[in-house]
């Protein structure tokens, strides 16, 4: 399969190159020499080339159990036989069948055709998931960059694993041992096997819909999820002041880690629990970002699809109001440096190549779990950097915050999906300045001793 791909690639020139030597032995054996002089050299190239293809497309149909009416090269007498591969004893098994069944089957009458090689094109999971992109394009809908991106890893590890190039080759059983394989590294939660594996899935799909596989992989693959496996607790007020006790907060120290992010490690976990953000929310912010509320002087952090950038769902559009502490710590000043350098984020790390939202969150909450463990003394079961979200929550409670104001601030639209997360309505308005009040009354003793280096912090 992997020489039909590289013959339908094939220019002239490669051919003759990489086949000319083998096609020189096969006519000295009947006596002749490969023309040399043009046109005849390059009518014979591309005859050559013709009937490489359509052989090998032959012998795919044969061994597939297809009745073939071409004679096996086995069975034609003539000096070129010894030249021939050895066949494998399936497929020579098929042509006996053929053989035999020919005999006892008048001779069909000899047609003339005039054949052309079939348009054959042997695609990818990457081929499929360039069409999907076609798709929601023709349908006007998004296409999430840290999606697209998740599913090329994925399949590229899918076919790293199964030494599967084609989806021609993909089966059940393929996506079964990958799926396994994933849950006995034991790195990964159920939901994340299960979505991985489900990118593979929908792919097989949407090839089996384009006519160019038989059939889809049915369902029935993925694994059910263990009760509260996709749950994350909160961080306790006790461990929120020992998580901002460190020298990364209190006296302007950095890692030089990549991952780290530079000054990312000072002020993610900062506004996840001071504003409820998530990573890639916060990730995203940019000089555009950080404004003032069109209907008051409030400054906000406008979570938004603008720009390109890409949010779960239409609720999480919305101003969420800075704290006081944050901004005497200097985080418009980090938006206005933004500007000026014309970078797309606040942050200087998402700003260098190669970089985007998926990676960076990933090595950020690779870097998040080792400081964690190390500033908590142990790894907090079930606690994560998404643990920030649920402390701001927690902290909303003790408020007795109104359930609108719950849903403003986080960007969710109804009670259950407070309690649950995701949606696709809007939540209902609420005025800014209520907001700003809440966000500005909720107790987190720690900010008083937090330092940046870039602004006088004294109370």
Same mark, same amino acid.
């Given at each position: 399969?992997?020489?039909?791909?590289?013959?339908?690639?094939?220019?002239?020139?490669?051919?003759?190159?990489?086949?000319?030597?083998?096609?020189?032995?096969?006519?000295?054996?009947?006596?002749?020499?490969?023309?040399?002089?043009?046109?005849?050299?390059?009518?014979?190239?591309?005859?050559?080339?013709?009937?490489?293809?359509?052989?090998?497309?032959?012998?795919?149909?044969?061994?597939?159990?297809?009745?073939?009416?071409?004679?096996?090269?086995?069975?034609?007498?003539?000096?070129?036989?010894?030249?021939?591969?050895?066949?494998?004893?399936?497929? @020579?098994?098929?042509?006996?069948?053929?053989?035999?069944?020919?005999?006892?089957?008048?001779?069909?009458?000899?047609?003339?055709?005039?054949?052309?090689?079939? +348009?054959?094109?042997?695609?990818?999971?990457?081929?499929?998931?360039?069409?999907?992109?076609?798709?929601?394009?023709?349908?006007?809908?998004?296409?999430?960059?840290?999606?697209?991106?998740?599913?090329?890893?994925?399949?590229?590890?899918?076919?790293?694993?199964?030494?599967?190039?084609?989806?021609?080759?993909?089966?059940?059983?393929?996506?079964?041992?990958?799926?396994?394989?994933?849950?006995?590294?034991?790195?990964?939660?159920?939901?994340?096997?299960?979505?991985?594996?489900?990118?593979?899935?929908?792919?097989?799909?949407?090839?089996?819909?384009?006519?160019?596989?038989?059939?889809?992989?049915?369902?029935?693959?993925?694994? +059910?999820?263990?009760?509260? +496996?996709?749950? @994350?607790?909160?961080?306790?007020?006790?461990?929120?002041?020992?998580?901002?006790?460190?020298?990364?907060?209190?006296?302007?120290?950095?890692?030089?880690?990549?991952?780290?992010?530079?000054?990312?490690?000072?002020?993610?976990?900062?506004?996840?629990?001071?504003?409820?953000?998530?990573?890639?929310?916060?990730?995203?912010?940019?000089?555009?970002?950080?404004?003032?509320?069109?209907?008051?002087?409030?400054?906000?952090?406008?979570?938004?699809?603008?720009?390109?950038?890409?949010?779960?769902?239409?609720?999480?559009?919305?101003?969420?109001?800075?704290?006081?502490?944050?901004?005497?710590?200097?985080?418009?000043?980090?938006?206005? @440096?933004?500007?000026?350098?014309?970078?797309?984020?606040?942050? +200087?790390?998402?700003?260098?190549?190669?970089?985007?939202?998926?990676?960076?969150?990933?090595?950020?909450?690779?870097?998040?779990?080792?400081?964690?463990?190390?500033?908590?003394?142990?790894?907090?079961?079930?606690?994560?950097?998404?643990?920030?979200?649920?402390?701001?929550?927690?902290?909303?409670?003790?408020?007795?915050?109104?359930?609108?104001?719950?849903?403003?601030?986080?960007?969710?639209?109804?009670?259950?999906?407070?309690?649950?997360?995701?949606?696709?309505?809007?939540?209902?308005?609420?005025?800014?300045?209520?907001?700003?009040?809440?966000?500005?009354?909720?107790?987190?003793?720690?900010?008083?001793?937090?330092?940046?280096?870039?602004?006088?912090?004294?109370?």
């Amino acid at each position: 399969m992997a020489l039909h791909k590289r013959l339908l690639a094939s220019s002239m020139d490669s051919y003759a190159r990489e086949q000319g030597a083998r096609l020189n032995a096969s006519l000295a054996s009947i006596g002749l020499m490969l023309p040399h002089a043009d046109p005849y050299r390059s009518e014979f190239m591309a005859a050559c080339l013709q009937a490489d293809v359509e052989a090998l497309e032959i012998m795919f149909r044969r061994e597939g159990g297809e009745r073939i009416d071409h004679a096996h090269p086995d069975s034609v007498e003539g000096p070129w036989r010894n030249l021939m591969p050895v066949i494998t004893p399936p497929l @020579r098994q098929l042509q006996l069948a053929h053989d035999i069944g020919s005999k006892l089957e008048p001779e069909p009458a000899a047609v003339a055709v005039t054949s052309t090689p079939p +348009e054959v094109q042997l695609r990818s999971l990457s081929d499929c998931i360039d069409e999907w992109i076609k798709e929601r394009l023709r349908l006007k809908k998004k296409v999430d960059s840290h999606l697209v991106n998740d599913m090329r890893a994925t399949t590229a590890w899918f076919g790293k694993f199964s030494k599967i190039t084609s989806i021609e080759e993909v089966r059940r059983r393929h996506v079964i041992a990958f799926r396994d394989h994933l849950f006995d590294k034991g790195e990964y939660k159920t939901a994340t096997i299960n979505k991985k594996v489900g990118y593979v899935t929908s792919l097989m799909s949407l090839a089996a819909g384009k006519g160019w596989v038989e059939s889809a992989i049915e369902g029935g693959i993925y694994i +059910e999820i263990p009760n509260d +496996e996709d749950k @994350r607790d909160s961080y306790s007020s006790d461990e929120l002041t020992t998580l901002f006790a460190s020298p990364v907060f209190t006296h302007n120290q950095r890692s030089a880690s990549v991952k780290a992010g530079g000054e990312l490690q000072f002020w993610l976990p900062l506004i996840a629990c001071c504003h409820g953000m998530i990573s890639s929310e916060i990730l995203q912010l940019g000089p555009d970002t950080v404004v003032q509320h069109p209907e008051a002087e409030v400054w906000c952090f406008r979570v938004t699809n603008a720009g390109g950038r890409m949010i779960k769902t239409y609720a999480r559009e919305r101003y969420v109001p800075i704290r006081q502490e944050l901004i005497r710590l200097g985080i418009l000043d980090l938006a206005e @440096r933004a500007g000026k350098q014309n970078w797309a984020t606040l942050w +200087e790390a998402m700003e260098q190549p190669g970089w985007t939202v998926s990676n960076m969150s990933n090595y950020f909450s690779a870097y998040w779990t080792t400081f964690s463990r190390k500033q908590l003394g142990a790894a907090p079961a079930k606690k994560s950097l998404y643990s920030f979200r649920h402390a701001f929550k927690d902290e909303l409670d003790r408020q007795k915050a109104p359930l609108e104001i719950k849903q403003a601030l986080m960007g969710h639209a109804d009670s259950g999906t407070t309690g649950r997360y995701g949606t696709k309505s809007a939540p209902r308005p609420v005025n800014i300045q209520v907001l700003r009040s809440v966000i500005d009354a909720m107790d987190w003793k720690f900010l008083t001793e937090v330092r940046h280096k870039s602004r006088d912090t004294q109370r």
